[in-house]
C-alpha cells in the first residue's frame, strides 16, 4: 500500500502539472485526488521539489522504456519517428496527459528551483541524444534524410514538436499538433 500511494501521490502531481504547471497545485490538491492527508504525502516526498524531481525522474524512465523498446522492436528508424510522434498526437487528441510534463515546466524554467531546472535539462537532453541516434542510423542506412547534422536535426525536431504541443493547447486544435509536425516527417523522408 505505502508504495502504491507513492506512485498514485506521482502519477496525480504528473497530471496536476501537465495541466496547471509548477506554481498551479499543492500538496492539498494531490491530497484531495488522491484522497489521503497531507501529512501522508510529505511522508513520501517531504518537499514539493522532492515530488516534482521524483515524477521527472520517473517520466524520463518511461521514456527511456519507451524509446528502448522501439529501438528493440523496429527495425526502420523512420518509423520509430513516425511512432514517436503518433504517440503524441494521440495525446493530444484525446487530452490524455496532452503535453509534456518537462516541456511545460521548461517555460517556467527561470522561476523553478535548480533541482527541478536540472530534472528538465536531463528530460531534454535524453530525448535529444535518443532523437540524434535514431537521425543518425536511418541517415547511414538511407531511410532518413538530413539537411544539416543529426545534432541541430534532433534539437529542431525536439523544439518543434514540443513547440507543436503548446500551440495546439494555446489554440485548443489537436489539428494544429498534427499539421506542424506533419512536415518534420516530411523533412526526413529520403525521397527530398
Known amino acids: 500500500m505505502d508504495n502504491n500511494t507513492a506512485v498514485r501521490i506521482r502519477e496525480t502531481a504528473h497530471d496536476l502539472i501537465a495541466e496547471r504547471g509548477y506554481f498551479g497545485f499543492s500538496y492539498a490538491d494531490i491530497a484531495n485526488v488522491v484522497g489521503?492527508?497531507?501529512?501522508?504525502?510529505?511522508?513520501?516526498f517531504p518537499s514539493k521539489i522532492d515530488l516534482v524531481v521524483a515524477t521527472l525522474k520517473q517520466y524520463r524512465a518511461k521514456l527511456a522504456e519507451a524509446a528502448g523498446g522501439l529501438d528493440r522492436n523496429m527495425a526502420d528508424p523512420l518509423q520509430r519517428i513516425k511512432l514517436y510522434l503518433q504517440y503524441w498526437a494521440e495525446c493530444v487528441k484525446s487530452n490524455n496527459r496532452p503535453i509534456c510534463i518537462a516541456a511545460l515546466l521548461s517555460t517556467e524554467l527561470p522561476a523553478l528551483p535548480e533541482e527541478i531546472q536540472t530534472e528538465v535539462q536531463l528530460h531534454?537532453?535524453?530525448l535529444v541524444s535518443w532523437i540524434r541516434a535514431t537521425l543518425n542510423e536511418g541517415s547511414r542506412r538511407g531511410d532518413i534524410h538530413l539537411e544539416q547534422?543529426?545534432?541541430?536535426?534532433?534539437?529542431?525536431?525536439v523544439a518543434l514538436v514540443h513547440g507543436a504541443m503548446i500551440s495546439a493547447r494555446a489554440l485548443g486544435s489537436p489539428a494544429v499538433f498534427t499539421s506542424i509536425t506533419k512536415g518534420a516527417l516530411e523533412r526526413f523522408h529520403p525521397s527530398k
Open 124 to 126: 531534454f537532453k535524453y
Open 149 to 157: 547534422t543529426a545534432e541541430v536535426e534532433a534539437q529542431s525536431f
Open 36 to 44: 489521503i492527508r497531507k501529512a501522508s504525502i510529505h511522508h513520501h
